[in-house]
Structure formats: structure tokens, C-alpha cells
């Protein structure tokens, strides 16, 4: 299996006006739920939520043969994880700004928002959940 945080480490340094922080401890909660057959095809970071000023809810969103998985480990305890079946995803929504961008990721129930993405990280990103959602919707 590969090592999720040295994914997102790469994602990070390739596009480094990306804002996230503790991306470390975000990936070792996305390794502990971790299928044993499941396959890493994909890993991102940024922030969890709508707004562009909440700068430390940082998350790590892996997208793995079964679902896309998106955890937040808290400073003193906890942690946050969604898992997202190909069966529950809608639509895939990109917004670019100025400097950042947003990905806004359409399920049955809610819409999860990905911010402050680098403006140059929002192609490679949309291809990646639009290639993997086309692929996975398709199985179903």
C-alpha cells in the first residue's frame, strides 16, 4: 500500500500555494480505516468547508477502489472521517479565485467543499475525481 502522507506531502510541494497543515496526522487516520484490499489511486489535501478564511480545518482526501475518503485528525483528541461511495456521488463542482481555488463534491446527502487548492491544482484534481467517479459509476 502506499505511504498516504508522502502522497499528499507530493501534492503539497507540486503545488505549494496550497494551504494545509498537519497533513501527517490527517493521514494516519485515512491509513487506520484503510481496507486491506483497498487500492490508493489518488490523494489531495486542503481545506474542509466553504469559506476560504477558515484556514486550520485542514483535511486529506484519498481516493482509494471503493471510495473516496476525507479525514481531519483534531489537535487534542478525535478525528473526522467521510467516506463517500461511488453510488452516493452527484457532482463535481470547481471554482477558481484569484490566487485559490474550491472543489465542491456533490453527494446524495450534503456537498463536501475542498478550498484553498492552488489555482494551478484544480485541472489535475478534476481529472483525477472526475476520471475515478466516470470509472466507478460505470461498474454500478
Known amino acids: ?6 502522497l499528499a ?11 494545509a497543515f498537519r497533513i501527517k496526522a490527517h ?6 480505516h484503510i481496507n486491506p484490499n483497498e487500492k ?13 478564511k477558515e484556514i486550520f480545518s485542514t483535511c486529506v482526501v484519498a ?10 485528525k483534531r489537535v487534542l483528541w478525535g478525528y473526522f472521517l467521510t467516506s463517500i461511495t461511488p453510488d452516493l456521488f452527484n457532482d463535481l463542482k470547481v471554482q ?10 456533490d453527494t446524495a446527502k450534503e456537498k ?17 475525481v472526475s476520471t475515478y467517479m466516470t470509472k466507478f459509476k460505470n461498474k454500478n
Request: positive net charge.
Open 1 to 6: 500500500m502506499a505511504n498516504i502522507y508522502s
Open 9 to 19: 506531502k507530493r501534492f503539497q510541494n507540486r503545488y505549494f500555494g496550497t494551504i
Open 27 to 32: 493521514s494516519k487516520v485515512i491509513e487506520e
Open 40 to 52: 490508493i489511486y489518488y490523494v489531495f489535501c486542503g481545506q474542509k468547508g466553504f469559506s476560504h
Open 63 to 72: 481516493l482509494t477502489n471503493e471510495r473516496i475518503i476525507l479525514a481531519t
Open 96 to 105: 477558481a479565485n484569484i490566487l485559490f481555488g474550491r472543489v465542491i463534491i
Open 112 to 128: 463536501i467543499a475542498i478550498s484553498n487548492l492552488a489555482k494551478s491544482s484544480l485541472g489535475e484534481v478534476e481529472t483525477a
